[in-house]
């Protein structure tokens, strides 16, 4: 029994139809007459010197309307993010290859893609550093203009010495993990249109319209009231659309207003590979102790990101793999040192996790060698150590509430069939060899102590005199199903009408102030929050018109499945009736509701504090089957259970879990951006960057666990990220048990894969 | 001194430039790929049956996509106004030339054009009826499907037969007035756009989008959140784009829907002025009695409107004309009967004014009469009658504020030389004989009583954290400067900031909650006030904010020019810096304010009660010269003083006052729609129907008289359409004044001015 009438149903997406039939307009599906077409000039070179940009012979060229540098730009050339080093346009050096240097604006896409091969650079190029401990030593030449260590934070709790000490094993590791391309489907786009009055609407593919609203006004020196950004509907964004939007929002804006004409920027699949971020490369070092019932004692950590040549998001994304780079686990001695070093390499940024599938790799692996060296049952020695309800997390957090990771361990067991395969063993068939493996992991969810300052949702919601609602939020519908999950709050939260009759508003900065990005899995949590907000305003309000419809008073009035009623009688009244009533009275029934995240802790010192208003927990395992011969992986089945607080929409949130699996399993196993010795990335294309395809499917399993979250709507909690997490964890120690040999290097490409039959035991 | 800081100055309307610069975008220039246009078929009878509509030779016309008769409404045939008699497409009977009866829509304005005379009409015309009187007689056939009575009102105080047993003089009078055609610059235009999710956007050129949405909603049959309506640039209106945009715009979003494409219908001049709304026709008999001091007792007036076929805002009109139709005086006894007989012609609606202008030019004929009779001041007849501070109304209504009559009465005598020129004579030149004139007027603001259920606004205000503000409302622009003055308002309510920090949103029905029609002179008053609803919630906030940055308590934060300051110290704090403030604080700066308008009664048996909120006041005076051979009016000046409670921007205030006036002066002179035998307009266009140009305008002379209304925002009461109303009135009286003759009908086209120099006399 869900006790809920709308939350908790899987309702069928209000937006699914249109986009299956293609009739979804995209931003690149927009037509305005006289749009002209943006085309970016990015930099050829990884490191160089300027000396000249010659315009003239770009500018010549037939249908070009302007050819636009640093110089252009009418405001400031510095893009809004968390530290101030980034530019719209390289203007005296270009740190990274595919850096915008210029603009060309045109008639056609045709005319401006040919013009931005007539600009002519002079550059004079620099030796690249590409690995960010290089970039850290002492000497190294500074690349960023702000000094290369782009951040760094740190954990210091107990004594670690003394940790080790008390450990009968301690097991090292190094793991690096690369790239992760974010593969959209719909690439990076925007259209920025001038108007009346030295107003610009900006549209665009997007996650944060907050954030591409603080660039346009950097960029163009303009005040925020003559500023509108509306989400068009977002093919996919997963990160990607989270820090380089303001970027590409910025360079249409400028391009709109130095051509007086709406102004269109969508980047085909090749620069917005090369140009635009992704999931940091990683080097992480680690010394774990335990005791030899499996009582981890203590952990150290050293791990480094490779963040690219600015660093956009990178001290958020640092500190999320900071605070989690130790597992879900109790351990009283822990000290992490995490740094980012400048590199000459795109700017890396969001990618669902946020920093932390690296680390969960990383500790996954020595949890599973930790198990190894005491001969314990790997699940075993995770649910010893597994964070319950009432414990503290290594940033000395208390858990008072929604720690589901205990449940979520059994039942991915249990799904799996885990201590009965592994017993059975696995006889060889052929060159296959099969293994199984597993992760917990678990995500703080929010924007946590390290983006407090973004950390709050305005919501608007209007209902109609014939009952239906509009509502507006400013988190972003990406794909995810924020749409759909809203609208089952808004339903819920008034009283369980239909979902049909909730109808959202496209996201625009007009409409609602200022609700932070929709990153971190929190669109649900704080929108959703905001929304009820609003709704009890409204529900207030109802119920006293009803009470005086039902001749009762106020707080006597019952609502269920759309009618009001007075508790234990029979005369029902709809609510679509209540709503034109309170018109006749001139009653208004629209609001604002907010939403504030509750507080959080950091001493960056000691990296002690409550770091997120609370944790999403999981626990995936993975069976697979190695070719010895060939190093191929293929993965049989994934079980995942997730601890979700909340399914306000089970259908969704399963689809979610199989939707993210899948892309973990690409990371796992085969997406590989593949740099050359100057750090220009040589496969910017699917055919040659290889992503998962539906024959690359296997079956997932999802399981959900509901440890409610007190202050989620409903007891949701974020959980978004978490599916993709810990596959890469997983289906390694999968391929580690079937083959025996340490995985420390993601991707499993097949050439990686050793085969150690004398590692191997058919019998555990 | 004005004591405010935005209000009350000339500020410059933030639209104007792009207006006069061309680039302002109305509805027809929306270009969107893929718009089918509309075209509608009017019918070509005053008065017929449909006996077979044959659509098949248009559908075969090239480019053509559809042919839309009531049958292919999805919803309901019945356009939503006061009285359901209205439908948008003609079924079995036509009753006015032009009304719609299919709509052709195509691939271009051109195919869909032609295609429409291709439309094989079989008709049975019948009679047709052209005379309201007529209508009403016992027997006469029944044209409206609810019966011909559109509408009936009526006035029952004191005791008329007593009243006019102590009158001493007795003037009884027939007063016809004509047509007037609205000549808004741009004509009638929508564009619908269908959307994912069985949404539709209407644009539009329109005053009350509210009402266009429940057309939308009425004739698509969908609920009202699957409805945005916009309101485009609206160039002109005057009460002409209050119904028809109900019918136009219903038109358009069928022909969306059923095309499944964005639709556009845009009404060419002749379609427009004989398909859409204009000013009632009129006949009224008046009976007035005064004693020999000038001191009116009794008014008796039976007054018809010619409505055409529909009712649509008839009986609204139809009240207002009955509530002041005796003037601005104080008289104890009264009988008013007004009736509204339906016609085989056009449906008439607002137009500014709305009924006042031919009940103020017949009273202000019998005024001038009863002053003549009397040998008396025409100015102190009306002084010694005028509504006063204290006094009650014909309804029984007591003024116990803003009654600024007497003010604009002496303004008017002192800035026209009343009194010198009156005294000195006007000697003929050669053909030109001079006469001089005045008028004395008012106008109930706001819906009154008879328009309550609509008298409501909501507002949105949203503050950025750089300071600047935008804000929405559901009153329009529609070229008067509601912009300017509600950006005015804003302004002042939040202490004084610059009026270029200040953003108004389009209006938008999807922003705020139903606000009721732009009409009534409403807009400033009721938008006005819930804007300051919102300025009030917001300016609470901040000011607790300033406190605590202040070090001082909330209730010793002022407020002046944009800065917060602790009285009598030093320190000062932009608004910005409060703003961004409470941005980083996560103090949300939206909100919403109300605004509903205060009780107001009427009792149909005896048209007693409290008929409208206030009243605004006015006297005009004008000098003409008239060519006694010819009959031409020349009129040398216009005095117009006018009560506006407070101004909230003189310049604006000025020209509204000289853009009316030269309204009224069309009305008066020139405006002159001919219909044949069968009701059918034979002049539409604007070579053969005169309105004024450049070479029309005499010197007007605009006084501005403030008698605050308290409940109106910094005192302001609407007065927008008082600069027509009394224009023929004291122009009439002026060239009765001129050549003896009695004025009785309008216009005052030269073939219809008599000289009668006996009743004149140089010495008065």
């Known amino acids: 029994m869900n006790g809920f009438e709308r939350v908790g149903q ?56 302007a050819v636009l540098t640093a110089g252009d730009i009418p405001g400031k050339n510095a893009i809004p993010m968390i530290r101030e080093d980034w530019t719209f346009l390289a203007e005296k050096k270009a740190i990274y290859p595919g850096e915008p240097i210029a603009i060309v604006v ?77 593969a959209y489907l719909e690439p990076q786009g925007f259209l920025a249109v001038p108007d009346t009055e030295g107003r610009i609407t900006v549209l665009g593919s997007m996650q944060c319209p907050f954030y591409v609203s603080n660039a346009v006004k950097a960029i163009l020196g303009i005040p925020e009231h003559k500023i509108q950004v509306i989400q068009t509907p977002t093919g996919g964004a997963f990160g990607g659309k989270e820090d380089f939007p303001s970027l590409f929002g910025g360079l249409a804006a400028l391009a709109a207003v130095k051509t007086g004409r709406p102004a269109k920027l969508v980047l085909d699949r090749r620069d917005d590979i ?35 040549a600015y660093a956009t998001l990178t001290p958020a994304v640092l500190w999320r793999s900071t605070v989690h780079c130790c597992g879900p686990y109790r351990i009283p001695n822990v000290k992490v040192t995490a740094l980012a070093g400048a590199t000459n390499k795109v ?14 790799f990383a500790m996954e692996r020595q949890m599973d060698k930790l198990a190894e060296s005491l001969n314990m049952d790997p699940l075993l020695i995770r649910g010893k150590n597994a964070l319950k309800k009432g414990d503290q997390t290594i940033t ?45 992991f678990f995500y703080g969810v929010g924007l946590g102590a390290g983006g407090r300052k973004h950390d709050r949702a305005d919501a608007y919601l209007q209902i109609k005199p014939d009952g239906t609602v509009l509502f507006a939020v400013g988190t972003v519908d990406m794909g995810q199903g924020m749409q759909t999950v809203l609208s089952q709050i808004v339903a819920e939260g008034l009283g369980g009408i239909s979902l049909d ?107 002690q504090g409550k770091a997120y208003v609370t944790y ?99 007891g949701a909690k974020g959980f978004g990220e978490t599916p993709l997490m810990g596959v890469a964890a997983c289906i390694a120690n999968a391929v580690s048990d079937a083959t025996g040999s340490d995985i420390t290097t993601l991707p499993l490409l097949p050439e990686r894969i050793k085969y150690l039959p004398q590692n191997t035991s058919s019998l555990k």
């Open 10 to 65: 899987s309702l069928p997406r209000p937006d699914a139809l249109d986009k299956a039939m293609g009739k979804t307009p995209y931003v690149d599906d927009i037509q305005l007459p006289n749009t002209a077409v943006a085309a970016i000039l990015g930099s050829p070179a990884s490191h160089a010197i300027i000396r000249n940009i010659r315009t003239g012979p770009a500018l010549s060229h037939p249908g070009v309307l």
């Open 616 to 714: 999403s927990y999981a626990t995936q395992i993975a069976e697979v089957d190695v070719d010895i011969e060939t190093g191929e992986v293929k993965v049989l089945d994934i079980w995942a259970a997730h601890d979700v607080g909340k399914a306000i929409n089970p259908q969704m949130t399963a689809a979610q879990i199989e939707g993210g699996v899948l892309q973990g399993l690409g990371y796992a196993l085969m997406e590989f951006i593949e740099t050359d010795d100057r750090g220009l990335i040589q496969n910017p294309s699917f055919s040659t960057y290889i992503i998962p395809t539906s024959k690359d499917v296997p079956p997932i399993h999802p399981a959900i666990v509901e440890s409610a979250y007190p202050e989620g709507p409903y």
């Open 396 to 440: 000395g957090q208390d858990l008072p509430f929604s720690v589901g990771l205990s449940q979520t361990i059994e039942k991915a067991r249990e799904m799996s069939r885990w201590e009965e395969k592994r017993n059975a063993g696995f006889p060889q068939k052929g060159s296959l060899k099969r293994g199984i493996g597993c992760a917990t």
């Open 274 to 308: 090369i140009m635009s971020s992704k999931r940091h490369p990683a080097r992480c070092y680690y010394k774990t102790g335990a005791t030899k019932d499996g009582v981890l004692k203590a952990c150290e950590v050293t791990l480094y990101l490779d963040p690219g």
């Open 501 to 607: 009759a909730v109808q959202m508003l496209p996201v625009d900065t007009t409409r609602v102030s200022d609700s932070g990005p929709t990153v971190a899995s929190r669109g649900t949590y704080t929108s959703g929050n905001a929304i009820l907000d609003a709704c009890g305003k409204l529900m207030d309000i109802m119920k006293n018109v009803a009470a005086d419809m039902l001749q009762c008073t106020p707080s006597d009035v019952l609502l269920k499945n759309g009618r009001f009623f007075e508790k234990a009688k029979e005369k029902k009244i709809p609510f679509g009736e209540v709503a034109e009533e309170c018109h006749s009275r001139h009653i208004p029934l629209d609001t604002h509701g907010f939403f504030d995240s509750p507080p959080t802790s950091w001493d960056p010192a000691t990296g």
């Open 106 to 182: 045109a008639e056609s896409s045709n005319a401006a893609l040919a013009a931005r091969e007539k600009i002519e650079l002079e550059l004079e190029e620099l030796p690249a550093i590409l690995d960010p401990e290089q970039s850290l030593e002492p000497g190294a030449p500074q690349i960023n203009p702000l000094g290369n260590l782009l951040s760094e934070h740190k954990i210091l709790s107990g004594n670690l010495d003394q940790g080790f000490e008390e450990s009968d094993v301690i097991i090292e590791g190094v793991y690096e993990t690369g790239y992760q391309e974010h």
């Open 347 to 360: 700017p890396c940024g969001a990618f669902r996790g946020f920093g932390t599938p690296k680390v969960i």
